[in-house]
């Protein structure tokens, strides 16, 4: 069926909410999202590091510059997601919704009343201007995220239509909802594609309040907020004042945060969780510890090797590699046995491949057995390493001759070419060198030669931009509901794109077609079937080394926050939290008397 031949508006229902696969848990007119304290006291703020990086933009759209952390806060979107659903949205900026049966188009009715913090209102021609900014001038994920949007158009000051190339994506009309919508009447008369640190309106539940280049930003919370009694919207949004502090070094900003300078860090060090909360105002009651259960699959944190590299284009080569990394003795050295290593790219989901390829996933997997290992069919997963060190290394050389190297005079080189194997680990956080190091030391037995480089933050985004670098760690994080966003990470049509997330430069027909299909899936079981296939290519073919994960955010506060419990199901929603004024003056009182 074509565009032509869908639905008229007038014959679809309109509804308030929509879920990928079934219908909304929440009904037309509930109140609020249930795990809130709708209740909740307003006031107060909260105080946070941004570390190992400054700002010179608050732009978060564009190529250029290095964006402010927290922008997000000021824009409002046609939809909202519930942290307590994996798969539902429910209307912010739009009040009503009309899906087409065959997905071919949606409509939004634009709320009357919402206004931008200036006080111009949001119309249907700012999301229309909003998005096609977005794909001309912003950032090539844009591009990526929304390519299966044909058009959008304003039928009138508050409805707009977005209409799709094809239905094939089940999640595109949930995801143009998750367009940021950017007044055009502020932005149409400036150059958007330019870093700037100008507070500009969004119309959002918080404003800029005071920016301090590379070093701070505050954003206030805005009393005249139009959507604040939105059934999204109540009982989230209390803090005042949330402030991001810069620090280029860790270590730095926990002391800031055992001082009382900081009143929140999320805790990504094992060693300072198991032994670092040895200080006063923890002895005294003052900051306490939180544990939040990932509701989200694990987020695959790596190595990842530069494929545009030659010296990475043997698949033997890069297992090798992964060989070197000894996990077993960073987690027991190190990281006090807190951590699990990560080897899915969907790690504890019912996404993540095991054992062999399903029926499902071989009738996916067969068109590209040329192109695949044959490995990849015949054994199964997880990929059976050994655990032991020197097994490991005895391991990785095998697979080094086999890739054409050999030891001369202590140093691995290519047999024919007399090159070394070589390359630089670059880094910006020097947090991480400890965990690199190790992994160099066992190259260096196999004759390998590297070294690390830890650049300021402004180069390191620069190299990473030009692909300039032989290994860098990324991450990859994955949601309950992987879709189009997948061609930004793994596609042919972002290994060269500037910015892409493809920071590997992979391109293979094979992950193209499976990420094609996974947007495309129709049903929670293809979803999983396609994932599986996807995760199982993307392990085999060793285009990373993969690092660890522990399942659960941990979190150090000073103790003045309140926050409803339990936690939602599929994310932590700091929205909802909320400062207890005697909490709060009492830790003032007790810091005053130190």
Same mark, same amino acid.
């Given at each position: ?33 249930? @795990?809130?304290?709708? #209740? ?15 700002? #010179? ?28 659903? $994996? ?21 939004? #009715? ?29 950032? $090539?994920? @844009? ?149 939040? $259960? ?40 190190? *990281? ?20 062999? $390829? ?109 692909? #300039? *670098? ?125």
């Amino acid at each position: 069926m074509g565009a032509g031949q869908t639905a008229e508006s007038e014959e679809v229902p309109t509804v308030h909410g929509l879920s990928l696969y079934d219908e909304p848990a929440l009904p037309a007119d509930f109140p609020h999202f249930p @795990y809130v304290n709708p #209740d909740a006291p307003k006031g107060g703020s909260m105080t946070r590091a941004a570390v190992g990086s400054s700002f #010179d933009s608050i732009n978060p759209f564009i190529i250029r510059g290095t964006p402010a952390i927290g922008i997000s806060h000021i824009y409002d979107t046609l939809l909202a997601d519930n942290p307590d659903e $994996p798969f539902s949205v429910y209307g912010l900026l739009a009040s009503g919704i009309r899906l087409d049966p065959e997905r071919y188009w949606i409509e939004f #009715d634009l709320r009357p009343e919402a206004r931008f913090h200036d006080g111009e209102p949001v119309t249907a021609r700012d999301v229309v201007f909003s998005f096609n900014l977005l794909i001309d001038e912003g950032n $090539p994920f @844009y591009s990526g995220y929304y390519a299966d949007v044909e058009g959008v158009e304003a039928l009138d000051e508050h409805t707009v239509r977005f209409t799709f190339s094809n239905a094939s994506s089940r999640e595109l009309p949930l995801i143009v909802g998750q367009l940021p919508v950017l007044p055009m009447h502020y932005w149409q008369e400036r150059d958007f594609s330019a870093p700037t640190l100008a507070r500009h309106p969004g119309s959002g539940p918080y404003r800029i309040a005071n920016v301090q280049p590379g070093r701070s930003i505050t954003y206030s919370r805005d009393e005249a907020y139009w959507g604040r009694d939105l059934p999204v919207n109540k009982g989230r949004y209390n803090i005042d004042r949330l402030v991001y502090d810069y620090y280029r070094d860790r270590d730095i900003a926990w002391e800031a945060f055992k001082a009382g300078v900081m009143d929140y860090r999320t805790d990504a060090r094992a060693a300072t969780w198991a032994i670092g909360y040895d200080f006063p105002a923890y002895r005294d009651g003052l900051v306490k510890r939180i544990t939040v $259960p990932d509701g989200q699959p694990a987020t695959m944190q790596a190595f990842v090797l530069n494929l545009r590299r030659e010296k990475f284009s043997d698949p033997r080569v890069r297992e090798a590699l992964e060989l070197t990394f000894d996990f077993p003795w960073l987690n027991a050295n190190m *990281f006090y046995g807190t951590y699990a290593r990560t080897e899915s790219f969907f790690q504890n989901s019912e996404m993540a491949a095991e054992g062999l $390829p399903s029926e499902e996933e071989l009738a996916l997997l067969k068109p590209f057995r040329d192109i695949l290992p044959e490995r990849l069919f015949s054994q199964g997963l997880p990929i059976d390493h050994p655990q032991d060190l020197r097994e490991r290394l005895r391991l990785a050389l095998t697979l080094l001759r086999e890739a054409g190297y050999e030891v001369r005079d202590g140093m691995l080189v290519h047999g024919e070419t007399g090159r070394p194997l070589s390359f630089e680990v670059m880094l910006f956080d020097s947090g991480l060198e400890r965990v690199v190091q190790p992994m160099l030391r066992n190259m260096a037995r196999l004759g390998i030669q590297s070294s690390i480089r830890i650049v300021d933050i402004n180069q390191y985004l620069n190299r990473l931009r030009s692909f #300039d *670098f032989d290994i860098v760690t990324g991450q990859f994080p994955q949601s309950n509901n992987p879709g189009n966003e997948q061609r930004g990470f793994w596609t042919s049509e972002f290994a060269n794109t500037p910015q892409s997330r493809n920071l590997m430069g992979l391109s293979t027909p094979a992950v193209d077609a499976l990420v094609e299909r996974l947007i495309r899936a129709d049903s929670r079981d293809e979803l999983n079937s396609v994932a599986q296939a996807l995760d199982r290519v993307l392990r085999w073919g060793f285009y990373m080394i993969p690092h660890y994960h522990s399942g659960e955010t941990r979190i150090a506060v000073w103790d003045k926050f309140g926050y409803p419990e339990p936690f939602p199901a599929y994310g932590l929603d700091l929205d909802a939290w909320w400062v207890d004024a005697e909490h709060e003056a009492e830790i003032n009182r007790r810091l005053r008397r130190r």
